[in-house]
Nanobody, 126 residues
Framework: QVQLVESGGGLVQAGGSLRLSCAAS????????MGWFRQAPGKEREFVAA????????YYGDSVKGRFTMSRDNAKNMVFLQMNSLKPEDTAVYYC???????????????????WGQGTQVTVSS
């Protein structure tokens, strides 16, 4: 059973930066993709970024490309999301997830992820 714990959320002004962390325990992540998703009040969960554990390929949602960077630390079983040039529309609860699948569709689809963290709030003020 994989357990995920996010940290690093908070309140930041527009244009600022935050770095989210996700620590994984309880299982090997070598066969999983790791993803970040977000959900704002009244909106559906949105794909933000993902990294394939086996290949290190990264994927980003269109709204965050060029501003967010996802990385991992194999030794610590952690993934990170560096968020720069934050905008008010980035305000949401950010979730770390493990699972995904071998193709792009399954990497970006929330339904393909079986393990989720509790989420961390990111609030960007204008």
């Amino acid at each position: 059973q994989v357990q995920l714990v996010e940290s690093g959320g908070g309140l930041v002004q527009a244009g600022g930066s935050l770095r989210l962390s996700c620590a994984a325990s309880g299982g090997t992540l070598s066969s999983y993709s790791m993803g970040w998703f977000r959900q704002a009040p009244g909106k559906e969960r949105e794909f933000v970024a993902a990294i394939k554990w086996s290949s290190s390929s990264t994927y980003y949602g269109d709204s965050v490309k060029g501003r967010f960077t996802m990385s991992r630390d194999n030794a610590k079983n952690m993934v990170f999301l560096q968020m720069n040039s934050l905008k008010p529309e980035d305000t949401a609860v950010y979730y770390c997830a493990a699972g995904g699948g071998p193709t792009y569709y399954y990497v970006v689809s929330a339904a393909a992820y079986g393990y989720w963290g509790q989420g961390t709030q990111v609030t960007v003020s204008s």
